[in-house]
């Protein structure tokens, strides 16, 4: 995936076409997006959508904290009409996702659907608190594919004004959350997801934002509106220039099995730039 399209629970006109704006995957939104007297229609409106939608392209459901009264509610609302995953709103620490887990076990095996078959995304940097449990999210169970992270809530807590500075940039606690996304997914062996960008005008400046996140190690991002998917495809697909230097990267390793590191392109190339050139392939295979 290279884009995930929140669209709010209680909007199910936009559903079908928030399938078809191109984005990789859809979430349907049960949490921040609508007010909490709209979630009985919103968890009505979204069973009838999953069971419904020819699955054009896989459909997540945002449900409520764990800790709140609404999640097991959303769960047992939603479940039955298989949803391809469910994004974790303000995970505290690693025990909410196994909580998850331990929950989806029993309601998979109760509407006999596969087990581990409705995959898990957690948000782990909504909270102060979980700020400082990063590493209680390693290992993670397997129906975990991806980590993702906030910065509204968390500025929230905070008590910041903005998390961005007038450039658009992240201030400096907001990126210590992103790198801690980063670090917790690459330990826990699953892929990184950026959070959302709230620009919905200049989408060069959600390109450009986008083109930094996939540098830092980010493979997707998730959006709040259908505007920003091309730019987001476009940052996160690999250029023809890329594709055809990690060609190289390859190539001079299949050709020289016994050699350490050669000069491409006028720099030196080791064994992790292999795995880098691997990625880039992968990802440039995606499209």
Not at 9 to 38: H, M, N, P, W, Y
Request: aromatic letters at 4%.
């Amino acid at each position: 995936m290279r884009s995930m399209l929140f669209v709010p629970g209680d909007r199910s006109e936009r559903f079908e076409k928030a399938e078809a704006s191109g984005a990789d995957a859809v979430i349907l939104d049960l949490e921040d997006a609508l007010a909490a007297s709209e979630r009985p229609k919103a968890r009505e409106a979204i069973a009838t959508h999953l069971r419904r939608s020819s699955r054009p392209v896989p459909l997540w459901v945002r449900i409520n904290p764990i800790d709140s009264a609404d999640a097991l509610i959303d769960l047992a609302a939603v479940v039955s009409a298989r949803p391809d995953g469910l994004l974790l709103p303000k995970a505290r620490d690693g025990r909410d996702v196994l909580r998850l887990d331990h929950w989806l076990e029993a309601l998979e095996a109760a509407h006999g659907l596969t087990a581990g078959s409705i995959k898990i995304i957690p948000m782990i940097t909504e909270t102060a608190a979980a700020m400082l449990q990063l590493a209680s999210f390693v290992p993670t169970p397997a129906r975990v594919v991806a980590m993702t992270w906030g910065a509204e809530d968390l500025a929230t807590e905070l008590g910041a004004a903005v998390s961005r500075d007038d450039t658009g940039r992240h201030n400096m606690p907001y990126q210590m959350a992103s790198a801690g996304c980063l670090f917790t997914a690459a330990a826990a062996g699953v892929s990184a997801i950026d959070t959302v960008d709230t620009e919905i005008e200049d989408f060069a400046a959600v390109e450009r934002r986008a083109r930094s996140s996939r540098r830092d190690g980010y493979v997707a991002k998730l959006a709040i509106h259908p505007a920003q998917i091309p730019a987001l495809h476009v940052a996160f697909t690999p250029t023809a220039a890329e594709v055809a230097h990690a060609e190289a990267v390859l190539a001079a390793f299949s050709n020289s099995p016994g050699v350490g590191a050669f000069r491409i392109d006028g720099k030196l190339v080791d064994r992790p730039h292999l795995l880098q050139a691997e990625r880039v392939l992968a990802a440039a295979r995606r499209r």
